[in-house]
C-alpha cells in the first residue's frame, strides 16, 4: 500500500538497501574521525613545544580520540632496566592533580615491578585488562589509586623494539574496548613513537647527566670538604642518585 501510494518522482528502497547505505555512512564518519585524530596526534608530536608540554598535549589527544576518559604513557629505559611514568591526562583535560600527582611520585621503576610492560615486550600486541582489580598485569594497589574500571595497554615501538606503553583507562565506569577502539589506539601510537623515541632519549641524557652530577659533586666534597659529616652526606645523596634508590644511610664504625 506504502509502494502504491508513493508520490510520482519518489523512489523506495528496502531494509537491505537501507542497512548497506547506513554502514557506508557510518564508515565513512568513522575514517573521518581517525583522520582527524591521527592529524592532531601528529600536530601534537610535532609542535614546538618542550618534551613535558608535548606529554600532555599527546596523551590528553590520545584519550579525546579514542574516546575514553585517561591516557598515561610509561617509558623504558633498556639501558638500566627502569619504567619511567611519563605525563598521564584525562579527556578534555579534566582537571585531577592529585591522581596526576600521584602518577609522578611512582618514580622510575623496575621492569619486574611492573607486569604490564613486561607482557607487552613479551607479546608485542595490545592487552585488553577487563578486570583491573583482580589482574595480576598491575602493580598491586594501582587499581584503587588509580580507579581503574577497565584499561587497554598498547605497546609503543621504535626500530622493532618496545620502548613504551600507552594505557587507555575508564575510570568513571567499566566499559569494554571495541576492536575499532583498539585498532585506532593501536594506529595513532605508531604516530607518537617517533617523537617519544626523542623523549627517551632525551630522558637517558638527562640520567647520565644526574649521574655524573652527583660523581662530581662527591668528588669535589671528599677532596676539599673540611668536615666528616658532608662528606658522608654526598655520599648518601650519590648513592641515591646513582642507583635509583628512595633513601641512602651512612653508617660510621667509630
Known amino acids: 500500500e506504502l509502494v502504491a501510494a508513493k508520490p510520482a518522482g519518489v523512489e ?4 537491505g538497501a537501507l542497512d548497506m547505505f547506513w554502514r557506508l555512512l557510518r564508515d565513512k564518519v568513522a575514517a573521518e574521525r581517525q583522520l582527524k585524530a591521527q592529524v592532531d596526534v601528529a600536530a601534537a608530536v610535532g609542535s614546538t613545544l618542550n618534551m613535558s608540554q608535548q606529554a600532555v598535549v599527546v596523551t590528553r589527544t590520545l584519550a579525546e580520540a579514542c574516546g575514553v576518559d585517561r591516557c ?4 623504558y629505559e633498556d639501558e638500566d632496566g ?13 582537571p585531577n592533580e592529585p591522581m596526576r600527582r600521584a602518577f609522578k611520585d611512582l618514580g622510575r621503576m ?6 604490564f610492560f613486561y607482557e607487552i615486550i613479551e607479546r608485542r ?3 585488553e585488562i577487563d578486570t583491573p582489580s583482580a589482574t595480576p598485569l ?7 589509586l588509580f580507579e581503574f574500571k577497565s584499561v587497554l595497554v598498547v605497546p609503543i615501538f621504535a626500530a622493532e623494539r618496545v620502548v613504551g606503553a600507552c594505557l587507555l583507562d575508564y575510570a568513571r565506569k567499566h566499559r569494554a574496548f571495541t576492536a575499532e577502539q583498539v585498532a585506532l589506539a593501536a ?10 623515541e626523542n623523549v627517551n632519549v632525551y630522558h637517558r641524557a ?3 647527566a644526574d649521574k655524573l652530577t652527583a660523581l662530581s659533586t662527591l668528588t669535589r666534597l671528599m677532596t676539599a670538604a673540611p668536615v666528616d659529616t658532608q662528606v658522608f652526606h654526598a655520599v648518601a645523596e650519590a648513592a641515591a642518585v646513582l642507583l635509583w634508590a628512595a633513601t641512602a644511610r651512612v653508617w660510621v664504625d667509630d
Open 12 to 15: 523506495v528502497i528496502g531494509a
Open 72 to 75: 598515561s604513557i610509561f617509558l
Open 82 to 94: 627502569l619504567v619511567n611514568p611519563l605525563e598521564s591526562q584525562f579527556a578534555g583535560g579534566s
Open 110 to 115: 623496575k621492569l619486574r615491578d611492573v607486569p
Open 125 to 127: 600486541t595490545p592487552i
Open 138 to 144: 598491575l602493580p598491586q594497589g594501582w587499581a584503587e
Open 187 to 196: 594506529t595513532l601510537v605508531e604516530h607518537v613513537a617517533r617523537g617519544f
Open 206 to 208: 638527562e640520567m647520565r
